[in-house]
């Protein structure tokens, strides 16, 4: 199993750990936004899930109806991630407003705990997936990331709602099930935060600046090379497929002008480990 998805699988047996302590204790101690936590657990495990799945798929090598590779795979699970996230946050809202008003018994104190579990635990995730999704250049891994980082804050919102509830039951008899509508909001804040992201990737977004400016420069460095007139680049899952417009000296054979833009492809490939191809166009230089 790869790097990627061994991380994914980690992030799959903790939440799913977390969701039942949660579930369970926030029912048992009868406490709103404890419950809400741990549904927003479970929806992580799906999440979890669904980048295995496309961290999986998206290794299945090129063939003849996939020139570009299945990288994209991992982009949809990205944006599968993110749509998910934002539904699971607005029924967690719901269900949480839902429940305003209503008769219920007192919160108890040791719903605290599983809060507290899962904000260690999730903050580490987090800061694990970040490091490895920005290692590999991984949509999927990365949203998964943000996903466990704003667990910790909903972990934190639902630590200062059940607190409320606990040191003044009678001025702060909802803050619980307030806590728990909080808890929804910020999962699906995130939830648009990685549909958007994954989104612009799959419209085929360039990258940032100094991406294209390491290209252009790897590019130049090549003898024989007077400029670079045209320079694309799209994301194809874990890596970049970019086109390159190099100019050369118009009075070069054929042959000649081939040999540069090969070393040109091959220089590029070796010194930028996010690129996963090019494709080479030459044109005489003014």
């Known amino acids: ?44 495990v799906f999440a979890s899930g669904f980048v295995l799945l496309g961290l999986t798929l998206a290794a299945i090598p ?34 949480s407003v ?22 260690v635990a999730k903050a580490a995730l987090a800061a694990s997936k970040f490091r490895y999704g920005r ?25 200062v709602a059940v607190g409320l509830t606990l040191a003044a039951p009678s001025r702060f008899l909802e803050a619980d099930r307030y806590g728990g509508f909080v808890v929804g909001l910020i999962v699906v804040t995130t939830g648009i935060r990685v549909a958007y ?3 612009m990737q799959l419209m085929d977004t360039m ?20 400029g670079v007139e045209k320079c694309f680049a799209r994301k194809t899952g874990l890596k970049y497929h970019v086109d390159l417009h190099l100019e050369v000296d ?14 040109v492809r091959l220089r590029i490939l070796e010194r930028l480990d996010w690129v996963a191809d090019v494709l080479v166009h030459v044109e005489p230089s003014p």
């Open 1 to 44: 199993m790869q790097t990627g998805q061994r991380v994914a699988a980690l992030g799959m047996a903790v939440s799913a750990a977390l969701a039942v302590v949660k579930v369970i204790a926030g029912m048992a101690g009868h406490s709103t936004a404890v419950v809400a936590d741990g549904l927003e657990s479970t929806s992580d």
């Open 62 to 95: 090129a063939d003849e109806n996939h020139p570009y590779g299945h990288g994209r795979v991992e982009t949809l699970t990205g944006l599968l991630i993110g749509l998910l996230l934002t539904a699971g946050g607005a029924l967690i809202s719901y269900i």
């Open 98 to 119: 839902q429940s305003l008003g209503q008769p219920r018994e007192a919160v108890a104190g040791f719903v605290i705990y599983p809060l507290l579990a899962s904000l």
């Open 135 to 159: 290692r590999l250049k991984s949509s999927a891994l990365t949203a998964d990331a943000w996903n466990d980082a704003m667990d910790s804050v909903s972990a934190v919102a639902a630590l």
């Open 197 to 199: 992201d994954t989104a």
């Open 207 to 226: 990258p940032g600046d100094d991406f294209m400016t390491q290209l252009r420069e790897v590019a130049r460095s090549q003898p024989g090379v007077r």
């Open 250 to 263: 118009p009075e070069m054979t054929v042959r000649q002008s081939h040999d540069i833009a090969h070393q």
